[in-house]
Each structure stands twice: as structure tokens, then as C-alpha cells.
């Protein structure tokens, strides 16, 4: 009987050693994914209204872009990503007011959309503009 209580308590001591291990794992990755989002140092990125490639798009300051944010159902709903501006109306079921990803909609969702995102928005949608500081 002795044995049984022997290995019994080998394999909770495994046990709470992986535990251990998978808790410092995961706040390693909570205390990455916080600097990431939270980082002081990532700032709006405003597109150059003057260079010649991107004359043939429209100019929206932030205050502009926020009237397109999904609740007016005769604008297209639209979102800024790295200084480009994208038609997401196609996505009008997560992004339009009161769905899930609305707080994205006329922003610059640069930031939230950091790690996992960017690339949708990008690949998915139609480019229609470009963020400027102002005009």
C-alpha cells in the first residue's frame, strides 16, 4: 500500500510542476500581448495627402471617419488600418451598430487590430481613402 501512496504522489507533483510551467507560460504571454496593445509608443499612422501614388484616393481626417461608423444606414461603413482607409460595408454584419466589431467602424483600428486582424481588413475590402492629420 505504501507503493501506491508513493506514486500517487510522484504524479501529483508532476502534475503541479506542468501546471506551474503552463501558469508562467501563460503570463508571459498575457504580459506580451498587454505591451503590444497598450504600448504608449504606437501612435496614429496618418497617410502623405502629397505623394503622387495616392492622389487618386479621398482624404478623411479622424473627426471625417467617425461619421462613417455604421449607424447611419445611407454611408458606407469605414475603418482605417495603418493609414489607409477601407470600405467594410460588405462586412455590415460585425461592423455596422450594435454587432460585435462596431467599435472598430469609423476609427482608425490600427491598434486593435494589431496582432490578429490587419490582414483581413487589407486583403478582404476595397481601399477607399487615406487618414490625414488634416487638410
Same mark, same amino acid.
Given at each position: 500500500m505504501?507503493a501506491?501512496?508513493?506514486?500517487s504522489?510522484e504524479?501529483?507533483?508532476?502534475?503541479n510542476y506542468?501546471?506551474f510551467?503552463?501558469?508562467i507560460?501563460i503570463l508571459?504571454c498575457?504580459?506580451?500581448?498587454s505591451?503590444?496593445?497598450?504600448?504608449?509608443?504606437t501612435?496614429?499612422?496618418?497617410?502623405d495627402?502629397?505623394?503622387?501614388q495616392?492622389s487618386q484616393y479621398?482624404?478623411?481626417?479622424l473627426?471625417?471617419?467617425? #461619421?462613417y461608423? /455604421? &449607424?447611419?444606414s445611407?454611408?458606407?461603413?469605414?475603418?482605417?488600418?495603418?493609414?489607409k *482607409?477601407y470600405?467594410v460595408t460588405d462586412?455590415?454584419?460585425?461592423?455596422s451598430?450594435g454587432n460585435?466589431y462596431?467599435?472598430l467602424?469609423?476609427?482608425d483600428?490600427?491598434?486593435?487590430l #494589431?496582432i490578429? /486582424? &490587419?490582414?483581413?481588413?487589407?486583403n478582404k475590402y476595397?481601399q477607399v481613402?487615406?487618414? *490625414?492629420?488634416?487638410?
Amino acid at each position: 500500500m505504501v507503493a501506491t501512496t508513493s506514486k500517487s504522489f510522484e504524479w501529483f507533483k508532476i502534475i503541479n510542476y506542468i501546471a506551474f510551467i503552463a501558469s508562467i507560460i501563460i503570463l508571459f504571454c498575457i504580459l506580451v500581448f498587454s505591451y503590444i496593445i497598450y504600448n504608449p509608443s504606437t501612435t496614429i499612422r496618418f497617410a502623405d495627402p502629397n505623394s503622387s501614388q495616392n492622389s487618386q484616393y479621398d482624404l478623411y481626417t479622424l473627426d471625417e471617419l467617425s #461619421q462613417y461608423n /455604421g &449607424t447611419n444606414s445611407d454611408l458606407p461603413i469605414l475603418m482605417a488600418v495603418d493609414g489607409k *482607409v477601407y470600405d467594410v460595408t460588405d462586412g455590415s454584419r460585425f461592423y455596422s451598430a450594435g454587432n460585435h466589431y462596431s467599435y472598430l467602424a469609423g476609427t482608425d483600428a490600427t491598434k486593435p487590430l #494589431q496582432i490578429v /486582424g &490587419t490582414e483581413i481588413i487589407t486583403n478582404k475590402y476595397p481601399q477607399v481613402g487615406l487618414l *490625414v492629420e488634416s487638410k
